[in-house]
């Protein structure tokens, strides 16, 4: 075959979706992919889609693993809904993506997974490669086991090796239809493996065969070239909403001055913030993995008792095992970070699948009259910026503080424009002074009604906080009924005075209208992108996207009488407006509601809003 030069399309922005079975290595061909992407500027948005079961049987729709990149020259908000260009490299991978591939896109497969066995293990009653029914499809069949095996037969690699390094032949072909530079995969492989020799090499001439082949390949019309997005100068990094979360933390023990503790317990998918925050011992982090989620959060109250930005991070399962601890966390007023990665549920439910089915847990999940500061985030990157402000409020107002993030944002990555320090908020915790004759363990700041945080072993601030009910001012046990009510009012009155502290709400779109659109956590992409949409079409809609919980911010009534109809989106059955109709009872609050595992789509955000517009 001779090489050919193909003519380039310039596109704004691809979606490019990598799938195989378990150990085809997608989710590292997928991160190297999408690395690249942001080397050469491009603003991009990422997704891991794994299966639940560990292992899964092998060549089965329930095995198969994916890694979606939407990539851009301008600003990207979502992963993408349908996909320009599939890696599916077996028959499962095919079957089970196939319905998010556009018509016309490009399919790439690996012509030798496509065996008998295979093909009926998948639910096909004939080769799909051979039926007719990827006409409407450019599909590269590639024998791209075969040609793996053979790039590397002068290097004396056993088979099963070879076999293990198929994703990097269908990345070079890849990175040829993208136009990509393989040099810093060669770098990454050179770091990745210094202690092993071999397999820079067997990576590098894999990928390098991968990208020649695609010169000589008939089924290539043309390539692709996306270019930069343009971007505040700054220095970038791709990171999940994980390494965020992590990140924010760190800097908030920083910028308090008050060290970093992290007890925690592993569950999916929230495993990667404790993994993160291990790796920064230099940074003063103590990171505990506990024996199980009760232990990982009483470990964290304990730090917080003794002056540590305490921390536990979990996912919906764990949180309801902490509950009780949140509660002793409240009784005693001690600052508590704690972080839930939601995933589907109830019980173990679809644990690398996200949904936002955590929120009633979150505001009422807990025995007596309990109320804690309630924040999430909206995309991977500002799960920094809220895991900051997590910890600045729960420090500054002694009371724990939950955020609320998702596996969506948790594994999924976008390029994050690292802050200096000197730009971000301030954290001032009320510590209390030694020898201070006016100290009382539950005075108060009469603006925010925080008590004073005293460090054991101060001298002149010696303390009893627990458990049990205790006195105003003084702290001494107490059942008194009329001290219970002022106490449990001062705790209640404590959240409500951080909305003092917050922003007010804002809203994208006119402040008056016909229809509302309100949305909260990792749903921020999808809905911002169909509103953006409905906007382009001349239609009056506007946009509320909620980071702040409990408490709402000041101004959320007065936004909501601005409007006709008023739709709240959430990937759960309708839980943030059912909070909304109890704090704001009107009759023009409807819902749109999905509980698949998966994101909102677009155009299905978009046909909502068309068809609550043209109702009377």
């Not at 990149?69 to 079957?95: C, E, Q, W, Y």
């Not at 925010?448 to 601030?461: D, F, S, V, Y």
């Amino acid at each position: 075959m001779t090489k050919k030069k193909r003519p380039v399309i310039e596109r704004e922005e691809v979606v490019v979706k990598f799938v195989g079975d378990s150990g085809d290595g997608m989710q590292l061909s997928g991160t190297m992919f999408s690395d690249v992407a942001a080397l050469v500027g491009n603003d991009l948005a990422t997704f891991p889609d794994f299966p639940a079961e560990i292992r899964a049987p092998q060549n089965t729709i329930a095995g198969v693993s994916g890694f979606q990149v939407h990539m851009g020259s301008s600003k990207i908000f979502t992963t993408g809904d349908m996909v320009d260009v599939l890696v599916a490299m077996n028959p499962a991978s095919l079957r089970a993506n196939l319905k998010w591939a556009k018509k016309g896109a490009t399919i790439l497969t690996d012509t030798d997974a496509f065996e008998e066995k295979a093909i009926e293990k998948a639910g096909y009653k004939k080769d799909p490669l051979k039926d007719g029914s990827l006409e409407s499809y450019n599909v590269i069949k590639a024998p791209i086991t075969t040609l793996t095996k053979e790039s590397l037969k002068d290097l004396n690699i056993d088979n099963k090796t070879a076999e293990r390094s198929k994703n990097m032949f269908a990345l070079g072909i890849l990175y040829y239809i993208f136009n990509r530079d393989l040099k810093p995969s060669f770098h990454y492989f050179e770091q990745k493996f210094k202690k092993k020799p071999e397999l820079i090499q067997i990576n590098k001439v894999v990928l390098q065969s991968g990208y020649n082949y695609a010169e000589t390949i008939e089924a290539l019309e043309s390539v692709i070239q996306v270019g930069p997005a343009k971007m505040e100068k700054g220095r970038y990094r791709n990171i999940t909403g994980n390494t965020g979360t992590a990140w924010g933390l760190l800097a908030a023990s920083e910028k308090s001055g008050r060290p970093l503790f992290l007890g925690s317990y592993p569950i999916t998918p929230a495993t990667e913030i404790l993994m993160e925050l291990a790796k920064h011992k230099s940074l003063g982090a103590k990171v505990f993995q506990a024996e199980d989620e009760i232990a990982g959060i009483c470990s964290a109250i304990g730090a917080s008792y003794t002056g540590s930005l305490a921390c536990t991070t979990t996912s919906g399962p764990g949180l309801s095992l902490k509950s009780e601890a949140i509660g002793l966390a409240v009784m005693t007023e001690l600052p508590l970070v704690i972080v839930d990665v939601q995933r589907g549920g109830p019980s173990t439910g679809l644990p690398t699948k996200s949904e936002q089915s955590d929120l009633y847990q979150a505001l009422f999940g807990r025995n007596g009259e309990c109320p804690v500061i309630v924040v999430a985030a909206s995309t991977s990157e500002n799960c920094f910026y809220y895991a900051y402000m997590a910890a600045k409020l729960a420090m500054e107002h002694m009371t724990p503080c939950i955020l609320l993030t998702d596996g969506y944002l948790g594994f999924g990555s976008t390029l994050f424009r690292i802050p200096k320090m000197a730009d971000m908020p301030p954290i001032n915790p009320p510590m209390a002074q030694a020898n201070d004759p006016e100290y009382k363990p539950y005075k108060r700041n009469p603006e925010n009604l925080a008590r004073q945080w005293a460090i054991p072993g101060t001298e002149g601030l010696r303390h009893r906080i627990g458990g049990l009910e205790k006195e105003n001012i003084l702290g001494t046990v107490s059942t008194d009924p009329m001290n219970h009510q002022i106490m449990t009012d001062l705790r209640a009155g404590k959240v409500e005075k951080v909305a003092d502290f917050i922003p007010e709400q804002e809203i994208d779109g006119d402040p008056t209208g016909d229809l509302l659109v309100v949305s909260w956590g990792g749903t921020y992409g999808a809905v911002h992108s169909a509103v953006e949409q409905m906007h382009k079409e001349g239609k009056r809609v506007s946009h509320a996207h909620f980071h702040y919980i409990m408490p709402l911010p000041k101004n959320t009534s007065d936004i909501l009488k601005g409007f006709k109809k008023i739709v709240v989106c959430e990937l759960n059955s309708g839980q943030f407006v059912n909070y909304l109709r109890m704090k704001f009872p009107m009759p023009n609050f409807t819902q749109f509601n999905k509980v698949q595992g998966l994101p909102f789509m677009i155009n299905e955000l978009t046909n909502k809003f068309n068809q609550l517009l043209e109702e009377k």
